[in-house]
């Protein structure tokens, strides 16, 4: 066990450096995976969403929406919730790793909406060692992510939202100094922006509602995790989406929703004899970098579109009170190489609900993310409030 967690927490902590080293390997049509640091900032950290194959941006709003899509929150139905999720991560590797997340909002009013999440990610414990083998500490390496939101209606269809983000990385907890390099912890601030339209619906001689999304998540400063001068894009993501709802009868409902996903992060170029011969210099600055990401492929826009992960999923609710949820994640085998099934249930029970959501991995044997469970349970405060249209 100790060898699995050692390797994993290598490759977290030194990812980018070695990633770095690696670009004269990038050959064409081979794995070219956009890296970044603190890549737990976006992994689903919810029941629902992750059940319906990790979307959430244009679903209907709940007390989650902040790392989705905070501006859907003025449309939320409760007047204030909060919301508790779990998760054991790798499980089939190490044992006492997981992702913890506390979020909660409340309105202000009609108009305005205020959010808060905390975001934790616990790698265990590990036993550091010099090079003879000799044991010298133990270290617990963390992450966690402070987030606040504020979200405000336009219009009766169309809301918009700023979140605000500080990111602490100690992933290096009890490392040695290495050749010179003294290791710390990564410290980032960060932003989103955010956005959400929606209406009514009529299709099938059914009324329902279809909703448009937009989230671009985790702008901010390059992270490093030493002294030296090498830093680290954060995960800048642009998540774009829609969703419809349909209302079958007076008991039964159907929601589906498909969310698509850019990094705006600068891709490795191909490297010959040192020279960048496709592709661009990644060493560059935050803006820049986000515009270069569209257009800096080595193997041109056939990359760029493989650079677009997406997700869709579909949610079956009996009168708001049970709810079957599945969904399927697609990231191209150079990118990642992610994709997996979901399912899931929820229960509302007056003003507690329950989630629960199951991941089914179908690349790869053996799979570290297979079997991967995530619990949520949500308090909805205060009154219900009218809903917007």
Known sequence: MR???????????????LSA?????????????VS????????APDSRSAAMGDVGVATTPDVNSLHWNPAKYVFAESDASVAISFS???????????????TGYKKIDRMQTIAGSLRYFNMGSIQFTNEEGRELKTG???????DVAYARLFSEKVSAALAFRYVRSDISSGLPSQQGAKAKAGNSFAADIAMYYHSDLELLDKSGTWAFGLDISNIGNKMSYSNEQFKTFLPINMRIGGSIGLNLDSYNKMNFAVDFNKLLVPTPP?????????????????VKGMFQSFTDAPDGFSEEMHEISYGMGLEYLYREVFALRTGYFHEHPTKGNRRYF?????LQMNMIALDFSYLVATSGR???????LRFTVILNLGKEVQKTQ
């Open 270 to 286: 191909l490297y010959e004899n040192g020279e960048i011969v496709r592709g661009k210099e990644r060493d560059v600055g935050v």
């Open 3 to 17: 060898l699995y967690k050692t390797s994993i927490l290598a490759v977290c902590a030194f990812f980018p450096l």
């Open 140 to 146: 617990r390496p963390n992450e966690f992510a402070l």
């Open 88 to 102: 054991p991560w790798l499980r089939g590797l190490v044992n006492d790793m997981y992702l913890s997340y506390l």
């Open 36 to 43: 970044t640091a603190v890549p737990f900032l976006t992994i």
């Open 342 to 346: 979901t399912m899931g249930v929820g």
């Open 21 to 33: 080293m690696a670009q004269t390997e990038v050959k064409r049509n081979q794995i070219n995976s």
């Open 366 to 372: 053996n799979n570290p993310l297979n079997n991967t």
